[in-house]
């Protein structure tokens, strides 16, 4: 690592930008956060405590942050999807590297303005697919990269979000309506999965795919009969609901980080401030069939690669249990995995008389390292990811999991093109510029 620590200004210092940030209170001498820019007083004032700057390097937006002098190496960016690329320009123009929270534009013609501002810059631009540094996906990619099951001819990837998940963030919460949020479901969820497959299947590239999917579970008709506007407020059938507020944030503590945001002007957050926020306003108090979500619940992609191998992607919402499971077959084996269990299968042809015509190895991986256990998000995927960031900066040698900005057009042009697809009905093409 370089001796002197990069320096980094937050840009939206929410819980993921704040999350990648905290990497310097534990590794002082490799990042040091010297700034903040946020439009919430309090986040900015929570930040310069967190991490010992002064009022003099807080900001309310990115571009008055852009409008002064270069005042730190990096950027890290974690506003909302829709703000990525209009906070990043302005930022690479002064002059910034960035590691900028996934996904990178929330749309197509957005990604090819931020591609052609960093090419134009010549930025260092990393993106936050945290999910390849697991030791779950990094053990998968180094055996595929060791050729241990030959040629891939299928991926088939499976992402399971919970049903406790699915409320919170696709029904209630900020990625329910694409009209607020600008983005489908598929990339706010599930582009870490599509980055995955492109990783996974780096050799080739996709060419064509088709994808289906819609809301299934969560609209006004599919709503109880004397359901209630709000969980706390009007609804009789609360108490044997399974996706009451009161339940999901009081009882069981649930995605507070999110339920409970902005509400720093309350004080002391008590269960009675709580019980009365989702009685009126909060967003999350809201009956789960009578929000203004628009995004789908479940979607299937199907992709063809130019070499001939072919992908699936399965997002379902609602799930009871929340995993990813994915299962790769090559021309000389096959490998099987499910991260919740952080279990790998290895399977290989086997034509030894009297045996089984297959072999089974069975693997948990695990990463050595001090980094993972003091940032377990996403399979200790976070800190492993910020430690590649400053590695990506000073020159060292990445690790295979490094996500620069030209490694995730791909995996995204894909979440584009199959909701495209799911819009049209049919099949589409996926071209480079």
């Known amino acids: 690592m370089s001796k002197k620590p990069i320096t980094a200004i937050i840009v939206g210092a929410g819980h993921r930008g704040i999350l990648y940030a905290s990497y310097a209170l534990h590794y002082p001498d490799q990042l040091k956060i010297v700034g ?6 309090h986040k900015r004032a929570k930040a310069a405590e967190m991490f010992g700057f002064g009022e003099d390097m807080c900001f309310e937006t990115a571009e008055e942050l852009a409008a002064r002098p270069k005042l730190a190496d990096a950027i890290i960016n974690g506003t909302m999807d829709h703000q990525h690329v209009q906070t990043s320009i302005p930022l690479l123009e002064r002059g910034y590297d960035m590691l900028l929270e996934k996904p990178l534009a929330v749309n197509e013609e957005e990604m090819w303005q931020l591609v052609e501002a960093a090419r134009k810059h010549n930025s260092k631009v990393m993106i936050c697919h945290v999910l390849r540094y697991s030791p779950f996906y990094a053990d998968i990619r180094r055996r595929i990269l060791d050729g241990e099951i030959g040629d891939i001819i299928s991926i088939q990837c499976n992402e399971y979000v919970s049903y406790h998940h699915m409320i919170m963030a696709y ?10 949020s600008h983005s489908s479901m598929l990339l706010a969820k599930s582009c870490h999965d599509m980055d995955l497959m492109m990783w996974l299947n780096s050799e080739t590239k996709p060419v064509r795919l088709a994808s289906y999917g819609n809301n299934f579970q969560f609209t006004p008709e599919k709503s109880p009969e004397n359901a209630g506007t709000r969980c706390l407020l009007d609804c009789p059938i609360e108490p044997d609901c399974p996706y ?6 009081l009882d069981k503590e649930l995605w507070g980080v999110y339920v409970w945001d902005n509400l720093e002007h309350l004080g002391e957050l008590t269960p009675e401030k709580k019980i009365e926020s989702l009685k009126t306003d909060n967003p999350y108090g809201r009956c789960v069939w009578k929000c203004d979500n628009d995004v789908v619940d479940h979607q299937s992609v199907v992709i063809e690669f130019e070499n001939g191998a072919t992908g699936t992607l399965n997002m379902i919402g609602g799930a009871a249990k929340a995993n990813r499971t994915v299962h790769i077959v090559g021309t000389r084996g096959e490998i099987e995995g499910d991260m919740l269990a952080n279990r790998v299968i290895v399977r290989k042809f086997n034509l030894r008389p009297g045996e089984d015509y297959y072999s089974e190895d069975v693997f948990y991986p695990s990463d050595e390292s001090d980094v993972g256990g003091k940032f377990l998000g996403h399979g200790g995927g976070d800190g492993r990811l910020v430690e590649d960031f400053i590695k990506y900066l000073t020159g060292e040698e990445t690790s295979i999991s490094c996500t620069s900005l030209e490694d995730s057009i791909y995996g995204h042009l894909a979440v584009y093109k199959a909701d495209e ?11 480079l510029r």
């Open 171 to 180: 029904v209630r919460g900020k990625w329910s309506n694409t009209k607020i």
């Open 36 to 41: 903040v820019a946020d439009l919430n007083p």
């Open 244 to 249: 009451s507020a009161k339940k999901h944030y």
């Open 421 to 431: 697809s799911r819009e049209k009905g049919q099949a589409v093409e996926l071209t």
